[in-house]
């Protein structure tokens, strides 16, 4: 069993701002953390190997500090790590790095065949879920996703059975090997890295695979594979909030409560109460 | 004595020696398996160490009942010379001791007879107090009921010799107890039948002797070979620091296995006599919890006889010390079966000290706990689940709640507060700490202390969002790996900006930024708030108002304070500046405080409703009927105020931090002052 985790660096979101001026993300003194939802992907594979045996390969698109993402998927128990990195790689949207990671994870799979592809549901800058499906639809693997549980794994009939968390309810679907699975946030909780995994980890050095060696069609990466153009970044403006104040009756009727009721059906957030 | 029974003694006596000698050789085969650790400077200090709390008991008379054992243990000095005489008259029936002169010779036969009758007393309160008192801390164990009936029985054949002495005229000696006991007893028995009788006493003597020679070091004790040694080998200090650790490639870290200890600690196992101070002190256990400290200790010694014999059986007999890293251990270190150790009980250390505060012999048990937390937490990833977010958190955010570091500052920016620098010579560092930065109700807590401070025109700055954690939770949690790189960069921010004083209103950073950090090479001064108020009082920066009169305060003594630090009267003076009179005083206080149960981690650990320590401390308050109870630390204020929440407290009682207190105090003195002067103005206008 061999299992790949795409994972990436990011920006910890929740400590970069938006430059009023500019409108564009502030990310001076902003620590670089790994993806948050690709942790658990992490951590589901590593289960996968837990139970099956086998192999976990992570692989990282980004700059060269990016292999820091790749030697915490190594600290927590990942086998090895590739880190995908060269000048012509930036600059790239969902289109154009599905492209690298998909070519890259058929360079891997010429020594070492895959038999799935574990990515997280999505990034916390990007915030498309698309890499993973672009992933998938390249390699022609299936592809299931927003997957909370593994439910079953069949080796000898390279089967998988997994639910997906949609909306409103679970999804249970059943397709072949290889495939490729999006993790949701809450699947699982990381393992948390022992030290000498961590010392053994920080002190590999990760291979980096550039344009050189993936011989990818310049035209198909980097900014210039990219049709997507970022016209303009803005944070929503936050509308005042309304205080409604007021003390129950004593008959079951509070000026406040209905008030509130109100807005939320206005606003369409909660059904009309009229006809409960 | 006829030549026969003086060849059957010798053999008796050789025999018991060799058990005895043999045994003694094994317990120092089983201490040098542990890991190499010096002990051996200030060694006139490590004597009086030993003179003080090894013979003189200073620890054990500090309670009651440790004047009992203080008898005992004088009663067994006086009567080992006598016992030397004794051991040596059996070989040679003419031996004596006499040859020391004769008053010091008649004076230590007179205290011999005294002291064993005083010993025989001692017994039979030691035995009353297993059978009657049964203190809930002390098992009454077979071992010593054994050792105590021997004792007792050693010390009626002591008196069964002396009284059927044939001719005890021809000593000379001045024996009063014995005296009043022939009187008593065998007066107009024929010398014949004295003879027989005064063989037999002997004999009873000899064997009862030699059996309690071979049972101490096969019984807890032992403690009477080890503790004195345990005495001069003690750490000079309290344990306020673990030991830094160093981390590379193929290390092992913490303490998985009972050989991973330091010699010392092994000593310290084998020195426990099972008197359950500890036990009776440790709020952990008190309020319910797995934890007790001596069956902890218990286990170690348990752990350590079990495996340290496999080891040495299973190696040459004259091989001594480190055993080879590969050997299987028959009992694991942590586990349910017997001699391991529970690892639910690891996590219910809130390294509070009480336990190393009371040993009298000075065991250290919590740094021993610290050192598995180590080995769980780093190599074997298995602690409770709640602390991965909490390590987590930390490590990428710098503080507990994951908030981001940017928001640091925010409690401060309305008050107007400066950034320390360099360049501004601010002469003290405001470190607010995780609580102060983030925690709503220690928010209060800091700005009451800026108040004070701006009152009293302190120079100083604080670090806004480029502070970070201490990092004290991650060591007491045994994250030291994450620890040490927090410490690494925070001793290089503070050298940085040329950090002199620092000021901190959290007994646990104090601790950290004071202690721990020595060893990363700190050298800045650091200051609890109440040791910085209490130098404003003193030197009247700060004036005496008596505004709290009327209520009245009962304080709590933070453990990392007041333990770690002996900040003991800083506190109580400042409260009594500004108040008038010292606070009331619960049971436990001082150095003898008992924990509000959020140290060593344990603010940040789901606590089992049922076992709640702060519910234990709040009632103990409680006693004490204050309308305020005043602490100086963020946790303590927070347990306590949860504390009256769990118990329904209807009444109007604050819990309060010391700097509040004032701020409190200068509010009230400004209204007084207020009414005062419109007061004045009335006057002067009604005429």
Redesign the interface.
């Known amino acids: 069993m061999h299992v790949i985790v795409c994972v990436k660096m990011v920006p910890?979101t929740?400590?970069v701002?938006i430059d009023p001026v500019t409108n564009t993300l502030v990310r001076e003194g902003v620590?670089f953390?790994m993806n948050p939802f690709d942790a658990p992907a992490v951590e589901e594979a590593l289960r996968i190997k837990d139970i099956y045996g086998g192999k976990v390969t992570v692989l990282s698109m980004g700059p060269p500090m990016a292999d820091a993402v790749i030697r915490k998927a190594i600290a927590m128990g990942a086998d090895d790590g590739i880190l995908l990195s060269d000048r012509v790689f930036g600059g790239a949207d969902t289109l154009a790095t599905s492209n690298v990671l998909a070519n890259a994870i058929l360079e891997i799979s010429k020594k070492e065949p895959v038999d799935i592809i574990i990515c997280g549901k999505q990034t916390i800058d990007g915030d498309t879920a698309q890499v993973g499906p672009g992933i998938a639809t390249r390699l022609g693997f299936n592809q299931a996703t927003l997957v909370d549980k593994i439910v079953s794994l069949d080796l000898t009939k390279k089967r998988i059975v997994v639910r997906r968390k949609l909306e409103d309810w679970f999804e249970i679907i059943e397709t072949s090997l290889p495939s490729l699975l999006t993790i949701e946030k809450d699947a699982n909780?990381?393992?948390?890295?022992?030290?000498?995994r961590?010392?053994?980890a920080e002190?590999l050095s990760i291979p980096i695979w550039n344009n050189y060696f993936l011989k990818l069609d310049p035209n198909t990466i980097g900014l210039t594979g990219s049709p997507t153009t970022v016209k303009r970044i803005f944070a929503p403006e936050k509308q005042k909030g309304e205080i409604f104040e007021g003390n129950g009756d004593g008959n079951g009727t509070c000026f406040a409560v209905e008030m509130i009721l109100k807005n939320l059906e206005n606003w369409k957030i909660i059904r009309s109460t009229q006809n409960v | 004595m006829k030549p026969v029974e003086s060849l059957i003694f010798a053999i008796i006596f050789l025999v018991a020696m060799v058990v005895f000698i043999r045994r003694i050789y094994t317990l120092i085969n089983l201490i040098s398996l542990g890991n190499w650790e010096y002990r051996f400077d200030r060694l006139w200090e490590r004597f009086k160490n030993m003179v003080f709390y090894g013979f003189l008991q200073k620890k054990v008379l500090k309670k009651t009942f440790g004047f009992n054992h203080f008898m005992l243990f004088w009663g067994f000095m006086v009567l080992l010379p006598i016992n030397l005489e004794f051991v040596l008259s059996g070989f040679f029936p003419k031996f004596s001791l006499s040859f020391i002169g004769e008053f010091p010779y008649k004076l230590l036969n007179m205290l011999a007879d005294i002291m064993s009758a005083v010993v025989m007393i001692a017994v039979i309160f030691a035995v009353l107090r297993r059978v009657v008192i049964k203190p809930s801390y002390l098992e009454s164990t077979k071992e010593a009921y054994i050792i105590l009936s021997t004792v007792g029985f050693l010390m009626a054949a002591y008196f069964g010799m002396n009284i059927t002495a044939i001719d005890p005229k021809e000593k000379d000696l001045i024996l009063p107890v014995s005296e009043f006991l022939r009187t008593m007893i065998i007066s107009g028995m024929k010398d014949s039948e004295l003879y027989i009788l005064n063989r037999i006493f002997w004999w009873v003597h000899a064997s009862l002797f030699l059996f309690f020679l071979i049972f101490i070091p096969y019984s807890k004790h032992l403690h009477i070979i080890t503790s004195l040694p345990n005495c001069f080998f003690r750490n000079f200090s309290f344990p306020t620091s673990p030991s830094k650790m160093q981390f590379s490639k193929n290390m092992s870290f913490g303490i998985s296995k009972i050989t991973d200890f330091s010699w010392k600690d092994l000593l310290d196992a084998l020195s426990c006599t099972e008197c359950g101070r500890c036990k009776a002190s440790c709020p952990a256990n008190i309020s319910g919890k797995t934890l007790n400290p001596k069956e902890f200790i218990h286990t170690l010694k348990k752990n350590l006889m079990e495996n340290g014999l496999y080891i040495i059986s299973n190696r040459p007999f004259d091989t001594i010390g480190k055993p080879m890293p590969v050997l299987n251990y028959p009992v694991p270190l942590i586990g349910n079966g017997e001699g391991s150790i529970n690892e639910e009980s690891i996590w219910d250390c809130t390294t509070c000290g009480a336990c190393v505060e009371v040993c009298p012999v000075f065991i250290e048990h919590f740094p021993k706990i610290l050192n598995i937390r180590r080995n769980l937490v780093m190599e074997e990833v298995r602690f409770p689940e709640e602390l991965i977010t909490f390590f987590e958190n930390i490590e990428a955010r710098s503080n507990p709640w994951g908030i981001a570091p940017s928001e640091r500052g925010k409690w401060a920016q309305h008050l107007d507060i400066p950034i320390f620098s360099k360049n501004e010579n601010h002469e003290y560092l405001l470190y607010v700490g995780c609580m102060g930065s983030f925690d709503a109700r220690t928010k209060k807590i800091i700005n009451s202390l800026v108040t004070v401070l701006n009152t009293a025109s302190v120079s100083y700055g604080i670090l806004g969002s480029d502070e970070m954690c201490c990092g004290d939770a991650l060591r007491r949690l045994g994250n030291e790996y994450v620890f040490d790189s927090i410490a690494i960069k925070n001793v290089n921010l503070f050298k940085k900006l040329n950090v002199k004083n620092v000021i901190t209103i959290c007994p646990h950073c104090y601790n950290t930024l004071k202690n721990d950090y020595r060893a990363y090479g700190a050298e800045f001064n650091v200051f609890h708030h109440t040791e910085l108020l209490n130098m404003l009082y003193k030197n009247q920066v700060l004036k005496r108002d008596f505004a709290f009169g009327e209520k009245s305060i009962v304080y709590h003594d933070s453990c990392y304070l007041a333990r770690y630090n002996s900040i003991i009267e800083e506190p109580r003076y400042v409260l009594k500046s500004f108040t008038g009179k010292l606070p009331l005083e619960m049971g436990n206080s001082k150095k003898d405080t008992f924990c509000c149960g959020a140290g060593g981690g344990r603010m940040w650990l789901e606590d089992d409703a049922a076992t709640r320590i702060n519910r234990e401390r709040t009632k103990e308050a409680l006693l004490k009927k204050p309308n305020i109870i005043a602490t100086s630390c963020p946790y303590c204020v927070t347990m306590f105020e949860d504390g009256l929440k769990e118990l329904n407290v209807n009444e109007n009682i604050q819990v309060l931090d010391i700097c509040e207190l004032i701020v409190e105090g200068l509010k009230i003195v400004k209204d007084t002052e207020k009414e005062k002067i419109i007061e004045e103005k009335r006057r002067v206008a009604n005429g």
């Open positions: 910890d929740t400590q701002k620590p953390i909780r990381p393992r948390y890295p022992s030290v000498p961590r010392i053994y002190g």
